[in-house]
């Protein structure tokens, strides 16, 4: 199957190719076992803690590609923590983590940074995608609002198609080819994240939804303000879905070009990502009053539907 290039989406196909001739950059010195076992197990709890399917799709990796995309969540987890959650003075803040994990001698005392050092050199991964996702990660301190989805899929790209992009490294892929699925995979998980967390992110200031579209359907910020949930609202919201469906369906083939072993992962969180869509249309698009959600029984009862799709790759 041949991806055609949609026109919001060739810019970033650009910077993803960037990436793929970037070389790694960074370097991480000799490290003793026992504190690199202690920062990949801090990796660990942290995407335990933080993300249940992410935690469960990398649990179907072998064990050392399994702690690898773990220090790929933790470094992700980090950087959007310090802009979302910190203390104030998110730029510094960024900037000084920007430091430490792009350095040429991480510190000892940071097990992320450790993990994340050792994973990024072990699996050839290239700096310029983590520099893309820091990027991303800023957006959010001087951006609130996005006028149109051509400026909002650059978001995407680079908060987590970089992720997608970074993850193939651990996984393997077959070549240049996988790039346009990987990035159309990160747009469609990021946009998900989006319809579901509309309320959540109003209350943080943040409206991560194509102004123009809202206009289209005769919305306005005080609607979102209102938290009204009438026809205007489900038009617009069906029509973001089915975007996000078919960037899914487009995106999936591409698990083809993984390496074998990596395959049902990331199958597996690509559609429990994409369930969260069913969650918001059985509540008639209310993402207001609600946070859209798939259980662990919902999550446990698709894997074997899944791991057979896998297979067929």
Known sequence: MTLHSAPWEQRLLDWAYQGLRDPVGQECPAIEATTLARAYAACDAITREHSRTFYLASGLLPPVKRRAARALYAFCRISDDLVDRGDGNGTAALEAWRRQVSGKAPPGDNPVVLAWCDTQVRYGIPSLYAEQLLDGVQQDLTQQRYATFDDLSAYCY??????????????????????????????????????????????????????????????????????????????????QIERVRRLYAESLPGVRMLHGDGRFAIRAAAELYAAILEDIEAHAMDVFHR????????????LPGIWRRAQRC
Request: some cysteine; glycine content about 10%; aromatic content about 10%.
């Open 158 to 239: 680079g908060v987590a198609s970089t992720v997608g992009l970074m993850a193939m490294h651990i996984i393997g892929f077959a070549g240049p080819e996988a790039i346009p699925y990987a990035v159309r995979l990160g747009v469609a998980l990021q946009l998900t994240n989006i319809l579901r967390d509309v309320g959540e992110d109003w209350r943080a200031g943040r409206l991560y939804l194509p102004q123009q579209e809202l206009a289209d359907c005769g919305l306005t910020e005080a609607d979102i303000a209102a938290r009204r949930v009438d026809e205007r609202w489900q038009r617009f919201m069906r029509f």
């Open 291 to 302: 946070r859209a959600y798939i259980g662990a029984w919902g999550k446990l009862r698709r």
